[in-house]
């Protein structure tokens, strides 16, 4: 399996200015980046929020980057120690070097960071597919999650032609001239089309050939094997998968386990109800700490 790359060097200068484009819009309050190695390549995380407690670490999902946590960085900064991470493999400022095969090596990359960034006790936050991979992650490395938020996780359910139709007509939303994109954003359900910002870095990826494995949909075997405490928030309308189903599963198998279905949000859940998202992460955090 090849590692994921931009096809040429004129993509990935194009990436690299709309990256920094969006550095400076979206985040121009203090934050301070951080190059670390790991087997599978130099990992870039942005470390912002508290010095003491215990950190939250931010996995974006499918073609994201730290950049996706932009409207809930503040809040969570101004209570609790923040790690946003670029993913290695992910249209970011990281840059793979090995292949990631599959569940188990994105819980073996996210390990090595973990440990590199000396945090024996992490709160993960994850979305999409950054939640598949802490999933995998707390399956395979227990006891260094302290504890699990799981924004519209990918992994609970297999995908149906829904999915694949969302995502495609996402697409096009995100390309299409700005007078069009409210009224695409309402056709599709998703909200996320309108960040003018993450959309010109989404054109701007288009160069990017990622390949990184697809989300494997984790057996009952493995979800009863997740130990940490863990909140699933899941979108209302969500395209990924049908969330009244997968609540049914997830309080079946995971008992410790709290679900809540967010009314009117889809999969794009940071953006459809960001409120909700940032409330959910400082109530785990708060759970934890008492």
């Excluded at 990256?19 to 400076?24: F, G, N, P, Q, V």
């Excluded at 996995?59 to 960085?73: D, F, I, R, T, Y």
């Excluded at 032609?161 to 599709?188: C, E, I, K, Q, S």
């Excluded at 997968?246 to 109800?273: F, K, N």
Aim: hydrophobic share 45%.
């Amino acid at each position: 399996m090849r590692i994921s790359e931009f096809k040429n060097g004129k993509a990935e200068a194009r990436f690299r200015a709309a990256y920094e484009r969006a550095l400076t819009e979206l985040r121009p309050g203090p934050w301070t980046p951080l190059d670390v190695p790991t087997g599978y390549g130099t990992t870039r995380v942005y470390r912002t929020g508290r010095t003491e407690g215990r950190p939250i670490v931010l996995l974006p999902g499918s073609g994201g980057n730290a950049l996706m946590w932009h409207a809930h960085l503040d809040a969570l900064a101004a209570q609790h120690p923040v790690i946003a991470v670029d993913t290695v493999g992910e249209p970011g400022a990281s840059v793979q070097s090995a292949p990631v095969t599959d569940g188990r090596d994105a819980a073996a990359w996210l390990e090595e960071l973990l440990t590199a960034l000396d945090l024996p006790s992490a709160h993960l936050v994850g979305c999409s597919y950054g939640g598949w991979i802490a999933l995998n992650h707390q399956i395979h490395h227990p006891g260094r999650t302290a504890a699990l938020t799981l924004v519209e996780t990918a992994g609970l359910a297999d995908l149906d032609r829904r999915f694949y139709t969302w995502l495609v007509l996402g697409g096009l939303a995100a390309t299409a001239p700005r007078p069009l994109r409210p009224r695409l954003a309402r056709l599709v359900g998703s909200s996320a089309v309108l960040e003018t910002e993450l959309m010109a870095l989404v054109r701007a990826s288009m160069g990017f050939r990622r390949r990184l494995p697809p989300a494997a949909t984790l057996t009952d075997r493995e979800l009863g094997r997740l130990t940490a405490p863990a909140l699933f928030l899941l979108g209302e309308r969500s395209a990924l998968h049908d969330a009244r189903a997968v609540a049914d599963r997830l309080h079946r198998l995971v008992p410790t386990a709290r679900v809540e279905i967010v009314p009117g949000a889809g999969h794009a859940l940071p953006t459809d109800d960001p409120a909700a998202v940032t409330a959910g992460i400082l109530g785990t955090a708060a759970r934890q700490a008492g």
